[in-house]
């Protein structure tokens, strides 16, 4: 049993140490998961892996561990060494720039998520490479906040405000819009749902929730600019 594990731990070392260079090169990958197959000596299966079957082998894990995805997304930085977990367990279900973007649950417009390529493989990244979500705005001005004075009052649509929810006042958007807001000064955002009408203020563009400003760090009013969320933007599937 000693043996046998020591046996193990030897393998899964070399391996870290031959495969480390080669995590970003598709063809490398390749040419690995093939090799393990052809000089398999202990059978198809390894600690309960399946040698025969796509990403079982211990080059695929150590592969999916060593690559890290990071995705800036405006003032935010999302990494998460348990994609590579997800992604070996699912046998490379997490295969696409779009499925890591589901995983950290990012919301895009349109033009973001073509910007993205949602449909490129993981295995087409570069070593260091990071996604960037790019700002796409729809419109600049003043974002203010209301709350005590409103808060259990009737809202535009038909249901009652709640200050304590991610929701904000817009003129003109269509309600239940759904828009990142974006402090221009710090980078900062949130998310908030349209679900009233205002500010009726000059040059304010937007009038948040008291929960949605305290999201976003800001005082009584802030520079921002909006985007215009596609719920739509990450249901393509790719081929």
């Not at 070996?88 to 295969?95: D, K, L, N, T």
């Not at 710090?186 to 929960?211: A, E, H, L, Q």
């Amino acid at each position: 049993m000693v043996v046998h594990a020591l046996r193990v731990s030897v393998l899964v070392a070399t391996a870290v140490a031959l495969v480390g260079p080669l995590t970003y090169d598709e063809h490398a990958h390749a040419a690995l998961n093939g090799a393990a197959l052809r000089w398999s000596w202990w059978g198809d299966q390894l600690l309960g892996f399946d040698m025969t079957a796509p990403r079982q082998n211990l080059f695929s894990l150590v592969r999916d561990l060593d690559r890290v995805v990071v995705i800036v997304d405006h003032g935010n930085t999302h990494r998460s060494l348990m994609l590579g977990v997800a992604n070996f367990i699912s046998h490379g279900g997490m295969r696409t720039v779009g499925d890591v973007v589901r995983w950290f649950d990012i919301p895009l417009t349109a033009r973001q998520a073509r910007m993205l390529q949602l449909c490129r493989t993981l295995d087409a990244l570069r070593e260091g490479e990071q996604l960037v979500v790019q700002a796409d705005p729809y419109q600049y001005g003043v974002a203010s906040w209301y709350g005590p004075g409103f808060h259990g009052r009737l809202a535009a649509s038909g249901e009652i405000y709640n200050m304590y929810a991610r929701t904000a006042a817009h003129r003109t958007l269509p309600l239940q819009s759904v828009v990142r807001v974006v402090s221009q000064r710090t980078g900062r955002s949130t998310v908030v749902r349209i679900n009233d009408r205002g500010p009726y203020v000059d040059g304010r563009i937007i009038d948040m929730s008291y929960d949605s400003k305290q999201s976003m760090g800001m005082g009584d009013l802030a520079a921002v600019y909006l985007e215009r969320i596609d719920p739509t933007a990450l249901k393509g599937e790719c081929p």
